[in-house]
T-cell receptor, first 111, second 115 residues
Framework: TQLLEQSPQFLSIQEGENLTVYCNSSSVFSSLQWYRQEPGEGPVLLVTVVTGGEVKKLKRLTFQFGDARKDSSLHITAAQTGDTGLYLCAGVREYGNKLVFGAGTILRVKS | ETGVTQTPRHLVMGMTNKKSLKCEQHLGHNAMYWYKQSAKKPLELMFVYNFKEQTENNSVPSRFSPECPNSSHLFLHLHTLQPEDSALYLC??????????????FGDGTRLSIL
């Protein structure tokens, strides 16, 4: 069992559609990060959330940290082909000292 | 100039070869990391260096040998690898590994294939 479970594993949608991907755990996290990894490149940090219930927006991307700090979601509005990539969540457990990663959600946006 | 540079980008080697992966960061960071990325699995942390000192070895087999001559450079020496070692190897850096919630900056990885 992975500490951070991401769902779905794979998502294929048409350009213009909305989508949500999830990052869930049974553990409490002091912070969660979301990264996007495009094909042939390394992960790039999108956002860090640290407060339960926090919502952050990055253009068409909306990130939410659960009230209990055990889960997070990423919502994309009107997806574009440039959103294609692997979305990774990563977090530091409360009282922990390591950044742990989920297995990621592969998003494919078709034109 | 890109923040974290990894070379080579692709490497094919036999099980008896010796090769090295190189990582260089131009961000002024003090911590550097090696990760292994395999399909459908979370990133696996392999090694961590902070201020040139190794602070973490995540039960990595001895056929992988890291080297950190200074805070800007990190190497991964490979010897007698197995087919299951084929993966994308990612290098990352951050300001200080004692603060785990700091963002990590990744290179584009070395795609390693073991024949």
């Amino acid at each position: 069992t992975q500490l951070l479970e991401q769902s779905p594993q794979f998502l294929s949608i048409q350009e213009g559609e909305n989508l949500t991907v999830y990052c869930n755990s049974s553990s409490v996290f002091s912070s969660l990060q979301w990264y996007r990894q495009e094909p042939g490149e390394g992960p790039v940090l999108l956002v860090t959330v640290v407060t339960g219930g926090e919502v952050k927006k990055l253009k068409r991307l909306t990130f939410q940290f659960g009230d209990a700090r055990k889960d997070s979601s990423l919502h994309i509005t009107a997806a574009q082909t440039g959103d294609t990539g692997l979305y990774l969540c990563a977090g530091v457990r409360e009282y922990g000292n390591k950044l742990v990663f989920g297995a990621g959600t592969i998003l494919r946006v078709k034109s | 100039e890109t923040g974290v540079t990894q070379t080579p980008r692709h490497l094919v080697m036999g099980m008896t070869n010796k090769k090295s992966l190189k990582c260089e960061q131009h961000l002024g960071h003090n911590a550097m990391y090696w990760y292994k990325q395999s399909a459908k699995k979370p990133l696996e942390l392999m090694f961590v260096y902070n201020f040139k000192e190794q602070t973490e070895n995540n039960s990595v087999p001895s056929r992988f040998s890291p080297e950190c001559p200074n805070s800007s450079h990190l190497f991964l020496h490979l010897h007698t690898l197995q087919p299951e070692d084929s993966a994308l190897y990612l290098c990352a850096s951050s300001q200080d590994s004692r603060y785990s919630n700091q963002p990590q900056h990744f290179g584009d990885g070395t795609r390693l294939s073991i024949l």
